[in-house]
């Protein structure tokens, strides 16, 4: 997920919160909000303490953000999403997370179709 394409702003986060619609799995709770004019979408992470210390939070947030960047492709430009993460997404793999986001995505009707398959960068 390039850097242009991260939500920052305390502001932004409660700007989502506040006008967004909300969406949740096991391992995750989606806000997102339309950004009409938009030309990337955004995505914030928050991983709370629940999940354990710094350096477990800091590997999720590693593994969402690049979860995040292999959807790309299907999430609308003009979209703003707020990501936290729950208790228990610490024990899953890269491709585990990349699921259940999609997952999360297709519940808040962020996206409408399956990508046909995840193209792996490396």
Do not use: W
């Amino acid at each position: 997920m390039h850097r242009s394409h991260r939500l920052r702003k305390n502001e932004h986060f409660q700007a989502v919160f506040q006008k967004g619609s909300s969406a949740a799995n096991k391992q995750f709770v989606l806000y997102c909000a339309k950004q009409e004019g938009q030309a990337a979408f955004r995505a914030g992470i928050s991983v709370s303490k629940k999940i354990g210390n710094a350096v477990i939070r800091n590997r999720v947030k590693r593994l969402i953000r690049e979860a995040v960047g292999r959807l790309e492709g299907v999430i609308p430009p003009d979209v703003d999403l707020v990501i936290i993460a729950r208790p228990g997404v610490e024990a899953m793999t890269l491709d585990a997370i990349e699921q259940s986001l999609l997952h999360v995505m297709k519940r808040a009707k962020v996206i409408k179709q399956t990508p046909v398959h995840n193209q792996k960068r490396g």
